[in-house]
């Protein structure tokens, strides 16, 4: 589903994706981690360009995204990308947040939209929050809302960039438990996060990455009792002692 | 000093008055929506990805915020003759304003723009929506909210700089007041006069601003 061959990529002096190769199935759940500035953002920032990569190859679906010619809008309608800050349009209800997208970019029409995205919102727990505006929501809420967005696409690849980072914490595992759902309903992904409760029951890969390189690609169980590089042992050391 | 104030002259000019005032209105008026459209294009042209186009406009925009209105204004009426570019003095005078008020709009345009967090975009743009789909449904309805305010304050600054029009010997509110003033000996009455009619169009756009404040921006608690 997704291919990186030998990628590369600066900003300005500094490297920040180094020889990346990697592949990711279709229905597979992944999850990148790794230090601040490793480059993991940036990683799946490229999938849908919302980066450009200097050299090398990345397939998603078929499409070469490096391609200028490939069709930008067709690939993106079909990944769905969540951003750490939710990124919702403020002037907007949280239904009509959802359907922007589908009916100005699927052409979908306005009554068929509206059935889908109140569908949508049911399914993350918001089917009562339909008319209320962003900054009547919780940060939990709003990011479930941008989930919800990201799936009246109706994406073959769900992208998320640090979702629950900027959460407080008890509205983490409400945001969590929908990207269990959708990890359990097939859906690709792709999950730049630090919650390892999360990775260790959903990952069937946790990638680790660290000064712009792939260091490690495990499964869960291997990852974190027996992680073969010392990198990764530091950095688990550091993140799962608390 | 009121026995010396004389209503009775006022009276008498107010003719004259009138139809300065609807000059002022129209010749504001139609600088007032050359600023806008000026505005919104320049505006567009120096947020473009293209350097060129975006220094063309930075140059218009610079030069005309770094130099006084009346030099313009003598630039054009004078200046633009004298290079072969005849116009009247009322199409010179809107020309004048729009260009002026223009640059000014511009750059009120795009703080708006430019105050919607980057963030919003990048989500239009991960959905798929094409720049002016972001534009139309993402940025400017929410830019609007932001620019309304400042945009008429500046058509308010555009109506009184088109005092400076009086120089150019257009007739219009200021100059009705020099012409009383010089056939009559009374600065006063005619000023005071000129002043009150741009404080009817002061307080008309005034009030048009507040229920715009209250009607059109954002429906939800920010």
């Known amino acids: 589903m997704i291919t990186f061959s030998n990628v590369n990529k600066w900003f300005g002096d500094l490297h920040v ?31 849908n360009r919302l980066e450009q990569i200097e050299e090398g190859d990345l397939i998603v679906d078929g499409m070469n995204v490096h391609d200028r010619k490939v069709n930008m809008t067709q690939l993106r309608a079909e990944i769905g990308f969540i951003f750490q800050q939710f990124n919702l349009y403020p002037h907007m209800t949280a239904l009509e947040n959802v359907i922007l997208a589908p009916t100005k970019v699927r052409k979908m029409k306005k009554d068929e939209a509206d059935k889908l995205g109140r569908e949508t919102l049911k399914r993350v727990g918001l089917g009562d929050k339909v008319d209320s505006y962003p900054a009547q929501l919780s940060g939990g809420q709003q990011q479930r809302v941008a989930i919800a967005r990201g799936l009246c696409m109706r994406p073959k690849i769900m992208l998320f960039d640090e979702p629950t980072s900027a ?62 590089s010392e990198r990764t042992k530091l950095f688990l050391s550091k993140i799962l002692t608390h | 000093m009121l026995e010396t104030f004389n209503f009775r002259v006022i009276l008498e000019y107010m003719p004259l008055y009138f139809k300065c005032f609807s000059a002022t209105l129209w010749l504001s008026g139609a600088g007032l929506i050359g600023a806008l459209l000026v505005g919104t294009v320049a505006c567009a042209m120096r947020l473009s990805q293209s350097r060129i186009v975006s220094l063309i406009a930075g140059v218009y925009i610079e030069s005309i915020r770094s130099t006084p209105l009346l030099a313009q204004i003598y630039f054009f009426y004078f200046g633009l003759p004298s290079l072969g570019i005849m116009f009247s003095e009322e199409v010179t005078g809107i020309f004048a304003l729009t260009l002026n008020s223009g640059a000014y709009m511009a750059e009120i345009i795009r703080a708006g723009i430019q105050s919607i967090p980057h963030g919003q975009i990048e989500a239009g743009i991960a959905s798929g929506l094409s720049y002016f789909q972001r534009m139309r449904y993402i940025i400017l309805p929410q830019a609007l909210g932001v620019t309304i305010l ?73």
């Open chain 1, 17 to 47: 994706l180094r020889d990346i190769n990697l592949s990711v199935g279709a229905g597979e759940v992944m999850v990148v981690c790794g230090p601040s500035g490793s480059g993991k953002s940036t990683l799946i920032r490229c999938i």
């Open chain 2, 150 to 222: 400042p945009l008429l304050g500046q058509g308010i600054v555009l109506v009184k700089d088109s005092s400076l029009l009086s120089l150019i010997s257009i007739m219009e509110l200021t100059r009705a007041g020099q012409i009383l003033t010089s056939e009559r000996f009374m600065p006063a009455e005619g000023f005071l006069t000129t002043a009150a009619f741009y404080l009817i169009i002061y307080y008309i756009l005034k009030g048009f601003s507040s229920w715009v404040q209250k009607r059109l921006i954002f429906r939800e608690a920010y």
């Open chain 1, 167 to 228: 959460l407080d914490p008890e509205m983490i595992n409400e945001v969590l438990e929908v990207m269990v759902n959708l990890a359990k309903e097939g859906m690709t992904m792709i999950v730049v996060t630090h919650e390892m409760g999360f990775a260790r029951e959903v990952a069937e890969r946790i990638l680790f990455m660290d000064e712009g390189q792939i260091v490690e690609i495990a499964p869960p169980e291997e990852f974190f009792t027996k992680p073969k």
